[in-house]
């Protein structure tokens, strides 16, 4: 588990101990990374069950302005501190403590460039939580903002939003990354 490019380029990341997170494979992060490009830089980033911390240190290194890193585990939290100290990324980033849905339901002042949502797998915390943002979409997002959900492709399920639709999904073996847009987004593209 490395920073792939960027200006960490090449810093392995230390993984929280024991099993409680799943971190995204060295190939998904690229495959993520290569889909946004350049778009990437310059954009806020909140990563909600953030585990290593590896998605929003990934943005930082390629030139995002600042990323919020949140996960209700000690554990988690220790290692972001550490793996963003280890990247000389810190300056870039906030760590919160916290439960993601404490966040959502009240903890959110500045909208965003980039929510992604890698929660634990199969208990439907995707859902829950997307369907939250879906509901609170013009206070966490920026007008061409976007979410994007990790998840093992069983899990997916076609979700009736409100305001964000599916724009695009991909499969990575037993990962898959769905990128939901803003309505106002796909209405002015179409």
Known sequence: MRVISGKAKGHKLRR??????????????ENLFNILGDWVIGTSWLDLFAGTG???????????????FVDSSRAA??????????????????????NAFTILNGGISTPFDVVYVAPPQYKGIWIETLNIIDGIQQTILESEGLVIVQIDPAEYVDLELQNLWLGDRRKYGKTLLCFYETIEDYSTSS
Do not use: F, M
Request: no cysteine.
């Open 16 to 29: 929280v101990p024991g099993d409680s997170t799943r971190p995204v494979t060295d190939r998904v992060k």
């Open 54 to 68: 590896q998605v929003g240190i990934e943005a930082l290194s390629r030139g995002a302005e600042h990323a919020v």
């Open 77 to 98: 939290i220790r290692t972001i501190k550490t793996n963003l100290e280890h990247t000389q990324l810190s300056p870039n980033a906030s760590v919160l403590h916290r």
